[in-house]
């Protein structure tokens, strides 16, 4: 089950070491370190079935459907399959690792829901307070037009604010330039007009979680990716997740790709601000690794322990993953919404990840990154790619996951 990036150069007992390490240090979820068989059998997964990922993702490196990626597997508090693939940067040819740091993208919106349910639990704001209360001026047009309710933090955390989808003008290609300070575009962010009652339609948009992480920094007393560091990237011992790029790291990052006129082209516009970034973005900023994700996911899979240290309350965690919008219907689609704090739900058929078991949670990202975690097979899957407009890879990869898991 070896990707491309093990594949030059390495003998099998090289390779054998280079996983073995690998899996050590990227989420230890047992407290012992089996060998591969008795894994397989603790954790019920089929190798045979597993190895279709490598087969697959080596034919859309192959074909020049994606640069690379890196996928994980965990079932049972064990980390079955972690494989990668392809290459981190296409020009160098420099290949994938299995610690290869990716711009997550919008995978950031449910660790910055954690945050906000860190300082739920800690009494120092609800989930029923406007968003007025801690944002000076937000909602104060909306009162002047005779809105029907204010917008809560709980409608920012379920996509039920009814704020625009679309930025305002002026901060509209932040998601490339990162050029302006949080508190510069929650200003912004501030002064638009909701477009439909709050609480009565689900949109899903991204400036809500730029207002959520505001929310943190100034409840909190730092700033938000601080305070996301301490509270929850240090404790689950995330330590190749950050919002800004640090210089010892930059080499790790895998460049991104855009797929124009037919083949893959380096988005070198993204990276060259990436390195300059004033702009956190609790919406978007995350860049992160297969490891840390795991641990992330274990997390929440455990009911928000993490190697015996508490992260949430049971409570929390049941709350954060429950449908919150059960009797909300989506203002594009018009189906029922399945979103919970955070996280996306399953539920919809139409738009559900293939082999989703109900309960199941989860979030992707615009580069092509997947968190989703399914309780009932007590099964994590994680899949980072890094091109804008990714096709049909992910769910490629979800499939085979899902059917490899037996017993």
């Known amino acids: 089950m070896l990707g491309i990036a093990f594949r030059k150069g390495l003998g099998t007992g090289a390779r054998a070491s280079l996983i073995a390490g690998a899996l050590a240090s990227l989420v230890a979820l047992s407290p012992a370190a089996p060998a591969r068989g008795q894994r397989v059998s603790k954790s019920g ?25 890196v ?4 079932r049972r508090g064990e980390v079955v399959s972690l494989e990668a693939f392809g290459y981190q940067d296409l020009e160098s040819k420099r290949p994938m690792r299995a610690d290869t740091i990716f711009d997550i993208r919008s995978v950031t919106k449910p660790v910055t829901a ?24 937000f909602g104060a047009t909306r009162e002047t037009h005779g809105a029907a ?11 039920t604010s009814g704020l625009p989808s679309n930025r305002p003008p002026e901060i509209e ?27 009565t339609q689900f949109r899903y948009g991204s400036g809500g979680y730029a207002i959520l992480g505001r929310i943190i920094e100034l409840v909190a007393g730092k700033p938000f990716e601080q305070f996301m560091e301490e509270r929850v990237f240090a404790p689950l011992g995330m330590k190749d997740s950050f919002f800004f790029i640090p210089a010892g790291k930059r080499s790790r990052v895998a460049s991104v790709y855009r797929l124009q006129n037919g083949r893959l082209s380096k988005w070198e516009e993204i990276e060259a601000h990436a390195l300059r970034a004033k702009y956190p973005a609790p919406e ?25 240290r508490r992260i ?31 996280w996306g739900l399953s539920g919809d058929p139409m738009s559900d990840f293939p082999l989703t078991s109900p309960g199941s949670f989860g979030h992707n990202g615009a580069f092509g990154s997947i968190i989703w975690v399914d ?14 407009g990714s096709g049909n890879e992910s769910n490629v990869f979800m499939a085979l996951a899902g059917a490899a898991v037996t017993n």
């Open 114 to 137: 954690v945050g906000i349910m860190i300082l739920l639990e800690e009494g120092k704001l609800a989930l029923s307070d406007p968003v007025g209360k801690y944002i000076p001026g």
């Open 173 to 199: 290609d932040i998601t490339v330039r990162r050029d302006r300070t949080l508190s510069e575009v929650v200003e912004l962010l501030s002064k638009q007009e909701p477009e439909f009652e709050p609480g």
């Open 149 to 159: 309710k204010a917008v809560t933090i709980h409608h920012l955390l379920t996509h």
């Open 45 to 69: 997964v089929d190798p045979e079935r597993l190895a279709r990922i490598s087969v697959q993702l080596k034919s859309f490196v192959e074909r020049g459907a994606l640069a690379g990626a």
């Open 284 to 308: 978007f900023g995350m860049y992160s690794t297969a490891s840390d994700l795991a641990a992330f996911c274990q997390m929440m899979l455990d009911g928000g322990t993490f190697k015996g």
């Open 312 to 342: 949430l309350s049971r409570m929390s965690v049941a709350s954060m993953t429950l449908n919150h919008t059960r009797h909300i219907r989506s203002a594009v689609t018009q189906r029922p919404a399945h979103q919970g704090l955070g």
């Open 71 to 74: 996928t994980l597997v965990a």
């Open 375 to 388: 309780p009932s097979e007590g099964l994590i899957r994680i899949f980072l790619e890094h091109r804008f």
